[in-house]
């Protein structure tokens, strides 16, 4: 049987009270008093409560018979049922030919808080154990897959269906995104709330291609409603160890991403592959010797036009007009330019292998 708390009978009087003006009474199986709008009266055994369970339906408290039991006034008791059982009684304090038209409406508000303070609770504790789940998921290292799935199985989590893991950090308001959240998900996806206080959804992808965008716009929608909020968008996959690294590949996506584009708020993996392996490279202890060139061009280059002309050139993919008006210079000034770097660092721009070079230094010196 749920269990019928004193803050839960509280609630129900506070509730009841704001919309009928009068004092309204809560007891327990026992009959004590457990909620009221007369503080004092809490504690106190209520024999019309005690009729009412004991006939199991709606007793009346008139003149005659507030002078026959004792600690009662004018009302009207009636049991509150929840899932075929009785579990208290709730009593309105008045004449009984004045407040006999409301009555049952009072009982059935009663029900319908109860039921809904019971499913919240229900629904929490599930929420806790996909909390559980998916956390093992991600951080566990071993995992014994059979008797897993099961337990994830028992939540009504298949694991087995493809998906794709996006990763939510929320600087606050939590608990109101989340319920934001829950509207753009379908039945299949899941989500949980991991150690690193982030959000991860497992968002289903029943047709791979499709499904990817679907996230992305998803996330984008979703970024558009949280201030300060970042997502990352890891690889499709299906099965435990592809989600557990779908998962790795969202969080290096947002770890990368807002140091290289800060401004932007959704970073799926794919559109970023080369720089998330480019900032595994930077932490190589060769990486430093390697692209020691870079850090001339860091010393002559005090203003940054330099590397934000070499970041244009490569974003536009080496073509000088595109890449002069974008700078808004002339396309003389932009040969100018990209040979200053050449004699800074001794790498051609116009060479692919250099410019790659250049590239893959510029990324590792923004990220270290």
Do not use: C
């Amino acid at each position: 049987m749920y269990p019928f708390t004193k803050e839960l009978a509280q609630e129900i009087v506070e509730r009841t009270m704001n919309i009928l003006g009068r004092n309204i009474n809560v007891m327990d199986r026992k009959g004590v008093i457990i909620g009221s709008g007369d503080k004092e009266r809490i504690g106190d055994v209520h024999e019309g409560a005690l009729l009412a369970l004991k006939e199991n339906k709606a007793v009346e408290i008139d003149e005659r018979a507030v002078r026959q039991l004792n600690g009662v006034k004018m009302g009207i008791n009636l049991p509150i049922h929840f899932l075929g059982e009785t579990v208290g009684v709730i009593g309105i304090t008045g004449h009984p030919d004045d407040i006999r038209e409301y009555a049952q409406l009072v009982k059935m508000a009663a029900e319908l808080v109860l039921q809904q303070s019971f499913f919240l609770e229900q629904g929490q504790w599930k929420q806790r154990l996909t909390d559980e789940i998916i956390n093992q998921l991600i951080y566990d290292d071993y995992i014994e897959e059979e008797h897993f799935l099961k337990r994830a199985k028992a939540l009504g989590i298949d694991l087995s269906l493809p998906r794709v893991v996006m990763v939510i950090e929320v600087p606050e308001q939590q608990m109101r995104f989340f319920r934001t959240l829950t509207y753009e998900l379908v039945q299949e996806d899941v989500v949980a709330f991991t150690y690193a206080s982030e959000i991860a959804v497992l968002k289903w992808a029943p047709y791979k291609e499709q499904s990817i965008k679907d996230a992305v716009n998803v996330a984008e929608r979703l970024a558009r409603k949280v201030t300060g909020g970042k997502i990352g968008i890891g690889p499709y996959g299906v099965g435990i160890r592809e989600l557990k690294y779908s998962y790795t590949l969202a969080k290096q996506a947002m770890k990368v991403g807002r140091k290289l584009h800060p401004n932007d708020r959704v970073y799926y993996y794919e559109n970023i592959a080369l720089e998330i392996l480019l900032s595994h490279i930077g932490e190589l202890p060769l990486a430093k010797q390697v692209f020691l060139f870079y850090e001339k061009l860091l010393f002559h280059d005090e203003t940054g036009e330099l590397q934000e002309t070499l970041r244009t050139y490569i974003n536009e993919k080496g073509e000088l007009n595109k890449t002069a008006n974008k700078l808004f210079i002339h396309r003389n000034t932009l040969r100018y330019r990209l040979e200053k770097i050449r004699r800074i660092t001794g790498k051609d721009p116009y060479n692919a292998k250099d410019l790659l070079q250049l590239y893959a230094a510029s990324i590792i010196y923004r990220l270290y």
